[in-house]
DNA sequence: ATTATCATTTGATGTGTATCAAAGTTATTT
DNA sequence: AAATAACTTTGATACACATCAAATGATAAT
């Protein structure tokens, strides 16, 4: 939350997050189709969110961790469009939609925010197309990696290790590869001394090395 | 622009947007990393909108026609984080964002409008992150023909001709595909008398074999 | 503890699209 | 009108990733 506020408006800002939900891991936190209410401010956990199409075919469009927003998705039909799922055991604050647009009209800087979030998330996807349409399997997990690792950095923790709380499918689906090809991108990096792979944790032994990969042209 | 305002309303939104400015095919509305001022509300013309990396790679993001909004990538770090460049002569309305968001705490409905734009912007991407994620050539050419069309039939054009404004080689980069692939698409959708073409000029002969494409299981 | 389930790794092969190349077409410039 | 440049089409070949398959390793259930 943003910073800049008295006493009073803190307090409006806590009314407007009181409720809290949480969410076990495997299950939805709201999925595509569902009345959209409020905006979701992720407490603890993480999650995925992935839209999908009749056919059965699903792309992961994002995945998010503590102190991130999801639900924006949801304000322009009413209704939502994408599903978000618990890859762990989570707790969100719920923020009723109509209550931030109330509060917005009177703190300009929550206002803001809002929508400095709202532009954050167009351009993320900006990149993820860039990622999808231009980049090859082993620059697309570098990319993934070091973005986990910076966000998890912003967070206090390491930057040089990480728990990945999703599948080699999912991190496949999200990259527009499937698992066998992850997975063999995991043991390139892995032979080539660049990280150290047991199942769901990394190291990164070699952080120049996946920069390097992710944006070749800058070290020629 | 949104429904409902009274005279007094109408006349602040009608200062908002007061300035214009004409942008020639081929010139830039707005340069990645340039200072974020103001939204563009497209009045006549055909934009592209495009992010670059160091080594020249360029993923063209959207193609935006008269009636929307774009910009808004600047507003998170207060330079745009991507290009917009004219594909023909336009002209566009000028809303600088301070005004846009003095005026959205006044106004709930033009409040509102704002947040859908940008929540329908991110439900775009998304699904445009499923289309370079999951589909193939054809169904991307298949659903880019029917996402264009369908909004050229919302501002009142015919949904069964249209005169491309991009080059084949821009359609692939939004697509995630080479030039080459977008223009056998084009040959292969034409050998099987689904659309006629002409150089830019398409005219779509069975618009229910193109929908089949793009979303095959619906039809079994 | 044992079984069953799910996730991951690795190998062999196939395929869709990229790349390379050249010709054809349209638009622009002189 | 001729020359030049830009765009498009089509063919031949290459390659990155997908697919298929099987083994291994982890996790959950009985």
């Known amino acids: 939350m943003p910073a800049g506020f008295n006493v009073d408006e ?5 009314d407007m997050v009181e ?6 891991q495997g299950e939805l936190l709201f999925n595509s189709g569902d009345t959209f209410t409020s905006l979701y ?3 603890t956990g ?9 056919d059965g075919r699903e792309q992961v ?7 991130e927003i999801i639900g924006m998705d949801g304000i322009v039909t009413d ?14 604050c719920v923020m009723p939609f109509a209550m931030v647009e109330d509060l917005s009209r009177e703190l300009p800087a929550l206002q803001r925010h809002v929508h400095k979030i709202m532009s954050r998330e167009i351009v993320r996807e900006n990149s993820v197309m860039m990622l999808l349409g231009n980049m090859r399997a082993e620059e697309r997990l570098a ?8 966000r998890l950095h912003a967070r206090g923790l390491s930057q040089s290790e990480l728990v990945l709380r999703m599948t080699r499918e999912e991190i496949g689906s999200y990259l527009g590869l499937k698992l066998e090809t992850v997975s063999r991108a995991f043991s ?10 047991k199942q769901r944790y990394v190291k990164i032994l070699a952080p120049e090395a996946l920069k390097k990969i992710f944006n070749p042209q800058t070290y020629f």
């Open 10 to 14: 803190m307090k409006k800002l806590d």
């Open 41 to 43: 401010a992720i407490r």
């Open 19 to 24: 409720k809290r939900r949480r969410v076990k």
């Open 46 to 54: 993480f999650f995925k969110t992935c839209v999908t199409i009749e």
């Open 79 to 92: 209704r939502h469009n994408c599903n978000a799922i618990a890859l762990e055991d989570a707790e969100v």
């Open 143 to 150: 990319a993934f990696l070091l973005n986990l690792l910076q």
């Open 188 to 197: 390139k990096f892995s032979e080539e001394g660049i990280i150290e792979v």
């Open 61 to 67: 469009t994002g995945f998010q961790m503590a102190g």
